[in-house]
């Protein structure tokens, strides 16, 4: 019997040993589940809230990693943009024009300018400034149709910027927002403390504010790719016409000489710039010590001139 008592303590120690651990690895996996379903790696209750600044890093590094993996399967995203300037005959039909031509497209009139210019002899003439937003297929049947029975083609030039890695990081950066948002949502509702539940609020805030602002980008890029911005500048004919006295056109030699004469006339009045404002002031500072180094050694001369001359002249003693 004395014997056995001894054998049935350790039996029951190791019965209530491994009862222990039953336990303890019972409440690990539940909390893992719940993380797991959370989407978020486990963290122990007591240090949730004073993990949760360390989001933010993560979600940034998260949203890079996936930037440089998804970019080259997405499809690209470019912004396309048109600029042009026409000389036409009729400026206010033609800005009318353009305004129809962009509603029948599909698209819209972003803004509009019509004011008054004066040609090279002073004559009154109107000009415009609209800015238009066409589909992306569109551009190039749009861009056609207003250069069509222009007079001239001042200038056009078209740009494109590819915007598709920018974009695949703001998708990558919204995911994990939202999931660090779903994250907060789960830890605020098991959270009693008011200090607790104050900061879990002030998580939420930041990160749903940086979750609007994300979409707003993603937005703007889509709208842009997707409509493309044409400014037009719209010149009256009478501004481009040449200088006419009477039924004479200046042209050939005159129009070089006047040119040349227009050159010299910048030339003369840059050197007179440049003279006033960097030669003269040299000239000035060089000049006027050496101006008085001059004046010095002359009067020194000139006084020891004076003393040899009397020193050579005689003294004439007066007869008494």
């Known amino acids: 019997m004395k014997k056995l008592l001894p054998f049935s303590l350790v039996l029951v120690a190791a019965l209530i040993l491994a009862a222990c651990g039953a336990s303890a690895s019972s409440k690990q996996t539940e909390n893992r589940n719940l993380s797991e379903a959370a989407g978020a790696p486990l963290a122990p209750q007591a240090d949730a809230y004073e993990a949760m600044p360390m989001a933010t890093a993560s979600v940034s590094n998260q949203g890079t990693a996936a930037s440089d993996g ?125 200090e607790d539940v104050v900061n879990v609020f002030n998580q939420l805030v930041y990160y749903r504010e940086q979750i609007e602002l994300v979409k707003g980008q993603m937005k703007y890029y889509e709208e842009a790719a997707a409509l493309s911005a044409i400014s037009v500048r719209i010149i009256a004919e009478e501004t481009v016409k040449p200088v006419v006295i009477g039924k004479w056109e200046p042209k050939g030699v005159a129009l070089e000489a006047v040119q040349d004469l227009v050159n010299f006339l910048k030339g003369f009045v840059d050197f007179l710039i440049r003279f006033v404002i960097y030669t003269l002031p040299v000239l000035i500072m060089i000049g006027l010590p050496l101006y008085l180094v001059f004046i010095g050694l002359r009067a020194l001369f000139r006084k020891m001139r004076g003393n040899k001359v009397k020193k050579e002249t005689p003294e004439v003693k007066s007869e008494k």
Not at 119 to 136: F, G, H, K, N
Not at 138 to 146: F, G, S, T, V, Y
Not at 158 to 165: E, F, H, I, L
């Open 70 to 194: 998804s970019a080259p399967s997405a499809n690209r995203i470019v912004i396309q943009n048109a600029d042009l300037a026409i000389v036409v005959s009729d400026v206010e039909g033609r800005m009318k024009n353009i305004q129809i031509l962009a509603q029948q497209m599909g698209g819209f009139v972003v803004s509009s300018n019509l004011y008054q210019s004066y040609t090279s002899d002073y004559l009154e003439v109107p000009e415009a400034q609209i800015t238009v937003r066409v589909p992306a297929a569109n551009l190039d049947a749009a861009l056609e149709q207003i250069k069509k029975d222009v007079v001239e083609v001042q200038n056009e030039t078209r740009s494109g910027q590819d915007v598709t890695a920018e974009y695949v990081d703001l998708q990558s950066r919204l995911k994990n927002y939202e999931a660090a948002e779903v994250q907060l949502e789960a830890i605020m509702e098991k959270a009693t403390a008011t």
